[in-house]
C-alpha cells in the first residue's frame, strides 16, 4: 500500500481538455473582475447599446435593399459592392472593445499543456463571439428585401455563408494586426494599405467604364459559384489562423522567457519646460507620456489618424453639407480629449499616494495636462487649413471650433478626474491586462462631449438664423472656460480632496 503512495500518478491533459479549462479559466476571470461585480446600471446600458445596434444594422440592411431595387441591381451585386466598407466599420467597432485577447496565453506557457492550446483558444474564441453573429442582422434582412431569397434556399444560405465568412476573415486579421501594432507602431500601415486596396477599385468605375464594376462582378461569380467560393473563404480563415498562431505564440514567448527586446531610446531633456517650475515637471511627465504609454501613444497616433482622414473629406468631397461638417470638426477637435482625457488619474492612480503627500501637486498636474492638451490643438486646427485655404471652411468657424473644444469640452472631460478610480498599468505588455471598471458616468460624459457642440450648432442656427452668430457664440463660451481654467481646476482639486480616500481604494484595488 505505501508503494502506491509513493508513486505519484502522471496526470496528461489532452488538447481538448486543455481548451476546456482555459475557457472555463476565463469565464471565471471575467466573473471575478470589478466591472462584473459592480457598476450594474453601465452593464444593462451596454445591453441596450447591443440591441439598437443590431436594430441599427437591420435598418440599414433596408435601406440598401431599397437602394438596390430602386437601380435594378441585383441584391448579390450590391451588397458585395459595398461589402469593403461595412469590413472597414467592423474592423473599427472591434478597436473600440476592451480586447483580452492574450490575457491567458503567457501564465500556460509554464505548464505541461500542448504547445499551442492556449494560443488556439484565443483564435477559437475570437472567431466563436457573439459579436460576430451581430452582423447576421445585416446580412440576413439585405438578403430577404433585395430579392435574394426569391432565387431559392439553396442561394440564400450560400450568400449568407459567403458573407459571413468575410466577417470572420475580418475578425481574425483584426487579431493579427492587434498583436503586430502592440509591438511595432508602424504595423498599423497594414491595415491602412489593406482597406485603402479594397476601397480603390470602385472609383476605377468612372474611369474605366461600367464593365470595372469590380466588386458587383465578383459578387455575381461568387453567388452563382457558392461552392468554391466558401471553400476558398474557408481556406483563407484557416491559413489567417495558422499565421496568427505562431505569430502570437512566438510574441508571448519572448515576452515570457526572453523579455522585450532593449530599445535605445533618445532621452528628450525638456529643459525649456523648466521655466514654469514645477508645472513645467508635470509637463514633461505628460510629454513622456505620450511617448513612451503604448496605451496613450496609441490613442494619440489613432487620434491624428482620424483628423487627417475627416479633413481629407472635406477637401475631396463636393458633397459634405454644413451638418456634415460640423460633426467632423466637433469630433476632430475633441477626440484627444475623448480619447485621453476622459481616463484622467487613471494612469496616475499608480502613484496616486505620492502625488497627495505632495502640496497642490495634483493641481499643479491637472494644470500641466490642461495647457498640454490645449497645446494639442493646433494639430487639427493646421490639418483643416487647406480645407481653409481651398474654400471648403471659413477661417473663423475652425477658431471657433478650437476655441469651444479647448474651453467647454475640456471643462467636462476634466470633471471625470473626480469619478476615475480605476488604475490602468503605465506601460501594458502584449500579455498585460487590460481594465475599463469605469463608471458609468464616463459613457454619458462621453456621448455628451460629442453630442452638446452638434446640439448648441443645430439650435443656435435655427434662433440666430446665421451660421457666424453661432461661431460667435461658441467662441465667447470657449474663452469664457479658458479664462477662467483656474478657478474650475481648482474646484475640481476641492472635490478631489472630498473623495481621496474612495478613489485611493479603487486605485488600490484595481492594480
Known amino acids: 500500500n505505501l508503494a502506491a503512495f509513493s508513486e505519484p500518478k502522471k496526470h496528461t491533459m489532452t488538447y481538448w481538455d486543455a481548451i476546456k479549462v482555459l475557457h472555463k479559466h476565463l469565464l471565471l476571470s471575467d466573473r471575478r473582475s470589478l466591472k462584473w461585480k459592480a457598476n450594474t446600471l453601465a452593464k444593462f446600458f451596454y445591453y441596450v447599446l447591443a440591441i439598437i445596434f ?22 448579390y ?29 503567457r501564465p500556460y506557457l509554464l505548464l505541461p499543456i500542448p504547445k499551442y492550446a492556449s494560443v488556439d483558444y484565443l483564435i477559437i474564441r ?24 426569391h432565387q431559392g434556399i439553396g442561394f440564400m444560405i450560400g450568400y449568407t455563408v459567403i458573407c459571413y465568412l468575410f466577417f470572420l476573415i475580418n475578425g ?6 492587434q ?12 491595415p491602412a494599405g489593406v482597406y485603402t486596396l479594397l476601397t480603390v477599385p470602385p472609383f476605377l468605375t468612372d474611369f474605366l467604364g461600367d464593365k470595372a464594376d469590380f466588386y458587383s462582378q465578383l459578387g455575381y461569380n461568387m453567388a452563382t459559384h457558392s461552392l468554391p467560393t466558401c471553400a476558398i473563404l474557408l481556406l483563407i480563415l484557416v491559413l489567417l489562423a495558422f499565421i496568427n498562431r505562431k505569430i502570437i505564440f512566438r510574441y ?18 525638456l529643459t525649456f519646460l523648466e521655466h514654469f517650475h514645477e508645472t513645467g515637471e508635470f509637463l514633461k511627465l505628460e510629454v513622456r507620456s505620450i511617448m513612451r ?12 489618424l482620424a483628423v487627417i482622414i475627416y479633413s481629407c473629406l472635406i477637401i475631396f468631397n463636393n458633397d459634405v453639407d454644413l451638418n456634415t461638417n460640423s460633426f467632423y470638426l466637433t469630433y476632430s477637435f475633441s477626440i484627444y480629449g475623448v480619447t485621453i482625457l476622459s481616463k484622467i488619474m487613471c494612469y496616475e492612480g499608480n502613484y496616486m499616494e505620492c502625488l497627495i503627500m505632495q502640496r497642490k501637486s495634483i493641481y499643479q498636474l491637472l494644470l500641466a495636462k490642461y495647457y498640454l492638451y490645449s497645446a494639442l490643438q493646433i ?69 455628451g462631449v460629442l453630442l452638446v457642440p452638434l446640439l448648441l450648432i443645430v439650435i443656435g442656427n435655427k434662433l440666430l438664423k446665421m451660421p457666424t452668430a453661432t461661431n460667435l457664440v461658441m467662441a465667447l463660451i470657449g474663452l469664457f472656460f479658458i479664462a477662467t481654467h483656474h478657478l474650475w481646476i481648482a474646484r475640481i482639486c476641492r472635490k478631489m480632496e472630498k473623495r481621496k480616500y474612495e478613489q485611493l481604494e479603487g486605485f488600490r484595488t484595481s492594480r
Open 54 to 75: 443590431c436594430g441599427y444594422l437591420g435598418l440599414m440592411a433596408m435601406v440598401f435593399a431599397t437602394m438596390a431595387r430602386e437601380e435594378n441591381t441585383a441584391g
Open 126 to 149: 475570437e472567431v466563436t463571439r457573439l459579436y460576430n453573429l451581430s452582423w447576421l442582422f445585416f446580412i440576413i434582412p439585405f438578403g430577404l428585401f433585395s430579392g435574394i431569397s
Open 293 to 304: 504609454n503604448k496605451n496613450i501613444r496609441k490613442a494619440f497616433f489613432m487620434g491624428t
Open 77 to 105: 451585386q450590391f451588397v458585395f459592392f459595398i461589402l469593403p466598407p461595412l469590413l472597414i466599420l467592423d474592423y473599427v467597432i472591434r478597436t473600440g472593445f476592451n480586447q483580452k485577447t492574450i490575457l491567458l496565453v
Open 172 to 177: 481574425l486579421f483584426f487579431l493579427l494586426t
Open 252 to 269: 508571448v514567448y519572448e515576452e515570457q522567457f526572453n523579455g522585450e527586446k532593449s530599445k535605445a531610446n533618445t532621452n528628450l531633456h
Open 179 to 190: 498583436t503586430l501594432t502592440t509591438r511595432h507602431s508602424i504595423c498599423w500601415l497594414l
Open 379 to 447: 494639430i487639427p486646427f493646421l490639418v483643416f487649413l487647406p480645407a481653409v485655404f481651398m474654400g471648403r471652411l471659413n477661417f473663423w468657424t475652425l477658431l471657433s471650433y478650437a476655441l469651444f473644444a479647448t474651453g467647454a469640452c475640456y471643462f467636462i472631460l476634466f470633471r471625470m478626474a473626480i469619478y476615475n478610480k480605476v488604475a490602468i498599468p503605465l506601460n501594458q505588455s502584449l500579455t498585460g491586462k487590460t481594465r475599463s471598471e469605469t463608471p458609468y458616468i464616463h459613457i454619458f460624459v462621453t456621448i
